[in-house]
């Protein structure tokens, strides 16, 4: 059977900063963010909501999209960098705060590429027929861990959950083809001591280089050209690097997410949250080819080719 995306839901936090409120807190000017980032505003997460607490609005969200109750779930996979504490794991405080029977939950670590790794490890268990629907969520308290003094990383995250229940589709629909892939040996130049470190510079470099390659590589993989896809979805972490994905695709831009500007970076919560607005609006229509694709701290990067509907 094929595993697809049958149910998305998301979740953004109440307070809004915005580029002018930065301007107050550093050195930095809205004019300075938007046209280096595109970003012109971020969520940013009360003291008393965590990481668990936005990974289940956005749960909810999902499972009222599939027409689902918890009781249909047989996993929840969670991709984080920011969870509540370092154990228990989100997901298993999303099990219990859903209801759900005792399934498997874990969370995974591919930081901004997180969702992806969810996505496509729940697409093995689904179609060896281990499990039937797996509940993936990317989540992100990035407020938490940001050096607000720091003006070259404070500008570009956000807090925010994107959810989706996976599950078995028709022949034709689903996941058709994928690539994940690491380097370790980028792993100095986006990292977390107490903080987000970033070498914003190296990180461009393997970014515009990698969203376009891995794009192009999971088209191919199932027969197409750049010119068959529908829909593209990057991770939403600078609109230049967006931009290098979009053309080297040849997609025009009515035909790619932006919510960069009003979420920022929000790491693994991004695309599902993206992913999320754009088929709530109508933008993704059944039978488009879309594709997925991030990339994030490790270095690590994830895509995926899909047949949208069910």
Known sequence: MNAGIIGVGHYAPEKVLTNKDLEKMVDTSDEWIRTRT???????????????????????????????????????????VTPDKPFPSVATMLQERLGARKVAAMDLSAACAGFMYGVITAKQYIETDAYKNVLVVGVEKLSKITDWEDRNTCVLFGDGAGAAVIGPVSEDKGILS????????????LYQDDTIFMNGREVF????????????????????????????????ANIRIMEAARQRLGIPEEKMATSVKRYGNTSSASIPIALSEDVKAGKIKDND???????????????????WGK
């Open 38 to 80: 595109g970003i012109e505003e971020r969520r940013i997460a009360s003291d008393d909501m965590d990481t668990s607490d936005m990974a289940y609005e956005a749960a909810v969200s999902a499972l009222e999209d599939a027409d689902m109750t918890a009781d249909d779930i047989d996993m929840i996979l969670v991709a984080t």
């Open 178 to 189: 994928f690539e994940l892939g690491a380097d370790g040996s980028g792993g100095p130049h």
């Open 205 to 236: 470099k393997f970014a515009v280089r990698q969203m376009p390659e891995s794009s192009v590589n999971v088209v191919k993989k199932i027969g197409l050209s750049e010119q068959d896809v529908d829909y593209l979805i990057p991770h939403q």
């Open 289 to 307: 080819l879309v594709v997925l694709v991030g990339f994030g701290g490790g270095l690590t990067w994830g895509a995926v080719a899909l047949r």
